[in-house]
């Protein structure tokens, strides 16, 4: 989905902090946020959806578990492959979790981007 809270307060913090960047553009995993100058995208990751280990917020549901099994690890399939063919086409590719928001990840995100860590 698009324009979930994360996916709204990661671009807001991002653009008041100077950094430029394209919307959901047209890359391999269709990344939430890219920085063609800094040659960068950042995925804005539900911690349900996409699998965050060792999250509390990545259970399983318990009624129809084999389909949710298959779901979540069609899922996490799916971002390795888009994760895989940015990098290898010269992107540097960076997640954040939505149960990580704080300031100090948002921080730490922009340091990221502009020194190409």
Not at 8 to 30: D, T
Not at 75 to 98: H, P, Q, S, Y
Request: proline share 5%; with cysteine; glycine share 6%.
């Amino acid at each position: 989905g698009k324009d979930t809270k994360p996916q709204i307060i990661v671009p807001s913090f991002l653009h008041r902090a100077g950094l430029r960047f394209r919307l959901h553009a047209k890359l391999p995993g269709k990344p939430d946020l890219a920085f063609p100058r800094y040659h960068a995208v950042v995925f804005v990751h539900g911690c349900f959806w996409h699998r965050h280990k060792g999250c509390r917020y990545a259970t399983t549901p318990a009624s129809n578990a084999a389909f949710w099994r298959e779901k979540f690890a069609a899922n996490v399939i799916r971002d390795t492959k888009a994760r895989k063919m940015l990098e290898e086409i010269g992107w540097r590719v960076l997640t954040i979790w939505a149960c990580e928001l704080n300031a100090s990840t948002l921080q730490g995100l922009e340091r990221k981007i502009k020194s190409g860590e």
